[in-house]
């Protein structure tokens, strides 16, 4: 090829420029800013959605374990007394009308376990404050609260199915874990 210098007909391109490699990362940092607050807020909704419905659960089986010992929370023992140590034991067990656990009891189980709250951290997301006040502290130092006034149980994230709060003191208990399944081994369920 006349007219050209050989240098420029034998040069070839090997890399990117700064110019294009800018254009590149300005493009994937505009993604990032569109895509990562999705998936942050479907990530709250996912959380906030499952603790609503554990919410609404644990509150309906509740009522039916009210219902079926006359009027008596799982708060209480078979005597009438506060048992706050036994109460996620009173929702996952077999019961019998009194209240007292039993294996052979005719009454439960109303929940298979006690779900965590999945705006806490796994080491309380499922434990229980009890206290006094109609509605949880909303510290976190718990997954769960309930009132010893009126038996409601409430989320005690800091975040999440959001409800009025005050604070009191109350015990704390952390349910134990299920008891391994028992019976015939059909696979059946009432």
């Not at 005690?156 to 019976?183: F, I």
Request: glycine share 10%.
């Amino acid at each position: 090829m006349a007219g050209y210098p050989s240098t420029l007909i034998t040069m070839s391109r090997t890399a990117f420029t700064t110019v294009e490699l800018l254009i590149v990362v300005m493009a994937m940092s505009i993604l990032a800013m569109m895509v990562v607050p999705k998936y942050m807020t479907a990530s709250n909704d996912a959380k906030e959605s499952a603790l609503l419905s554990d919410l609404q659960s644990l509150r309906s089986q509740i009522e039916i374990y009210r219902a079926h010992h006359l009027g008596k929370g799982p708060e209480y023992s078979e005597a009438g007394a506060l048992d706050t140590s036994n109460y996620a034991n009173r929702l996952k067990g077999k019961t019998d009308p009194s209240g007292k656990i039993n294996p052979q009891g005719k009454l439960g189980p109303y929940v298979d376990d006690w779900p965590a709250n999945p705006f806490c951290s796994d080491s309380v997301a499922k434990s229980i404050k009890f206290g006094e006040a109609l509605s949880a502290p909303r510290d976190g130092s718990t997954g769960w609260y309930v009132s010893l006034t009126d038996g409601s149980v409430h989320p005690n994230s800091k975040q999440g199915a959001l409800d009025s709060s005050s604070n009191s003191g109350g015990a704390v208990v952390t349910p134990p874990p299920a008891p391994p399944p028992t019976g015939s081994g059909t696979g059946k369920r009432r």
